[in-house]
């Protein structure tokens, strides 16, 4: 397959995987089966510590077997999540197993998913591309859950239960196209070969080696994982910031997908932004600064600051990601990969848990305005290390 036919089914996959219209509703409906908020908190943090558990081991089996086959396998896992939960009525454990599948799918596909790609563009010859590339892919999964809140937000309106069901086709059809996402490897024309001597427990060996050896590489993955990841942490709780400012309900739908479709386009064209180091933390900053702006509305517009805050970051996003990639040697790069998930999971849990503890402490405003004000040792976090020959980004 050529590259070009390669890279459609690619974008293709990662817009169905998150073309999930239940993303719109399923913790409100959890609470309309009778679930308590202690009992959802509960299964947000199985679903997150499940995420670490299986993340790392999936990575190892994408490096020791070929990738078209957990990436066939992933969203079928997730499929049975929305099997389980149109079947739940209610069940607390139902519904925990359902995030287990959840978790199972998200971990097989996404070492492989940037692995894969990164291999395809290596063995044509074509690395310095891979940002741009990326950009696109970051593109087409955010483009599937912007879309894929907004129509599950129309849907549901008739019925929840529609809402959850209607999430198990795309992901069916994402299950077919990964067959034609050729692992390069398996035919000798990757750049970094992935068959390497040793069993399975070799590709951990690998990654330990490459976050021990790379400074550069343990650099970039704190950079994604604790600066960057605080724009993920807090766009869970946006509702409540919806709630705060008065956003009409109907609306909400509209601004996640406005806010998806513009992170999007800013996604594709993150590569013009490269060879400007800068940028890594001028961004960040912004960001910083629009949350902290954000959090002094009482009102609806005070929305589209929040909204470019988490734009603003979009560009960094993917060079930081597709730095990573370039300077890791590569022997296990699901592993390694899955490593830096791994890392953004664990960081995850704790920042969700500090927040939360935070806004009910000062006030949700309050606590944005705080999130923004984290941005500031992190920055300069970032420009000493830049001063010393780091680079974050491409």
Known sequence: MRLSAFLRVYYAYAFLF????????????????????????????????????????????????????????????????????????????????????????????????????????????????????????????????????????????????????????????????????????????????????????????????????RAELRFVTTYIATGLLVFEVLEEFDELYYLAVSLPVWAWGIVAAGVEAIFALASIHAYRLAGRPWLAWTLPALGGVLLIAASQGQTAPYVLLLAAGYIVVAPVTVLAEARFQKIMEGKSRATTTSALVMAENVVGIAATLAFGFLADWVGILPAYGWAGLVMAPFVFWVIARQRRGFRATD
Do not use: C
């Open 18 to 213: 998150d073309f999930i219209f239940a993303y719109a509703i399923y913790t409100a409906l959890f609470s309309l089966e009778g679930l308590s908020t202690s009992e959802i908190g509960v299964l947000l943090a199985f679903w997150s510590a499940s995420a670490i558990v299986l993340e790392m081991p999936s990575g190892a089996l994408s490096d020791h077997f070929d990738r078209r086959v957990l990436l066939a396998l992933a969203p079928l896992a997730k499929a049975g999540t929305f099997v389980l939960w149109g079947l739940a009525q209610g069940d607390f454990w139902i519904y925990g197993a359902g995030f287990l599948l959840w978790s199972l799918g998200q971990a097989l596909q996404s070492g492989s998913r940037e692995a894969l790609l990164y291999e395809r563009m290596a063995a044509e010859g074509r690395t310095d591309e891979f940002d741009k590339v990326l950009g696109r892919d970051n593109a087409a999964e955010g483009l599937g859950i912007g879309l894929g809140t907004l129509f599950g937000g129309f849907v549901a309106y008739w019925s929840f239960e529609w809402a959850i069901w209607l999430s198990i086709p795309p992901l069916l059809v994402a299950a077919i196209l990964a067959f034609w996402l050729e692992d390069v490897r398996r035919n000798g024309g990757a750049e970094d070969e992935a068959d390497v001597e040793g069993g399975y427990f070799t590709h951990f060996v690998h990654a330990w080696r490459e976050f021990r050896e």
